[in-house]
T-cell receptor, first 116, second 112 residues
Framework: AQSVTQLGSHVSVSEGALVLLRCNYS??????LFWYVQYPNQGLQLLLK??????LVKGINGFEAEFKKSETSFHLTKPSAHMSDAAEYFC??????????????FGSGTRLSIRP | DVKVTQSSRYLVKRTGEKVFLECVQD?????MFWYRQDPGLGLRLIYF???????EKGDIPEGYSVSREKKERFSLILESASTNQTSMYLC???????????FGPGTRLTVT
């Protein structure tokens, strides 16, 4: 069965420092992978999406993620954190049992805090 | 620009009440979803629908039902609200075949 594991429920970095949010997945078939961001009291917004076209995926707000099949990982990075990046981040993987329904499975989320 | 709207941002209901949460999308998406979000548990799928009048149970359907009479509208129904249904409810929609889901702003439901 497909699953997603996000390592670290809370990550804190200094403004200007590297952001690294970890995500590992399990999937029986080549997956679609997603990173979403949720700002306080808002819905989720797509940051980026992997669909097998390229292993390094660039998203909005300077974020990118690299698909590593050998490590079953899809970690999210940003070279320099900004105060506005403080939010909760969710990694997600497609569920091939319901591919036509675009059903995806979410990780439990990582809250990112930025220190001034 | 995709728009998913939810009928209420905040809702307070009493135990035993019947509760309707409405979701409308304007992008002609075939698929629609209802999730609940609780701290430390991420998003859990309640129900989804891949066509009008079609529905599938998600991971936690107990205590909920849904209705999709029109393509753009997907309703979540709590037949008899209980305190353990206090949560944030998120609606989403998408095209088929691996497309990303677009989310509404959420409804924070409190059952007292």
């Amino acid at each position: 069965a497909q699953s997603v594991t996000q390592l670290g429920s809370h990550v804190s970095v200094s403004e200007g420092a590297l952001v690294l949010l970890r995500c590992n997945y399990s999937s029986s078939v080549p997956p679609y992978l997603f990173w979403y961001v949720q700002y306080p009291n808002q819905g989720l917004q797509l940051l980026l999406k992997y669909t097998s076209a390229a292993t390094l995926v660039k998203g909005i707000n300077g974020f990118e993620a690299e698909f590593k099949k050998s490590e079953t990982s899809f970690h999210l990075t940003k070279p320099s954190a900004h105060m506005s990046d403080a939010a909760e981040y969710f990694c997600a993987v497609s569920d091939p049992r319901y591919s036509s329904a675009s059903k995806i499975i979410f990780g439990s989320g990582t809250r990112l805090s930025i220190r001034p | 620009d995709v728009k998913v709207t939810q009928s209420s941002r905040y809702l307070v209901k009493r135990t035993g009440e019947k509760v309707f949460l409405e979701c409308v999308q304007d992008m002609d998406h075939e698929n629609m979803f209802w999730y609940r979000q609780d701290p430390g548990l991420g998003l859990r799928l309640i129900y989804f629908s891949y066509d009008v009048k079609m529905k599938e149970k998600g991971d936690i359907p107990e205590g909920y039902s849904v209705s999709r009479e029109k393509k753009e509208r997907f309703s979540l129904i709590l037949e008899s609200a209980s305190t353990n249904q206090t949560s944030m409810y998120l609606c989403a929609s998408s095209f088929p075949q691996g497309y990303e889901q677009y989310f509404g702003p959420g409804t924070r439901l409190t059952v007292t």
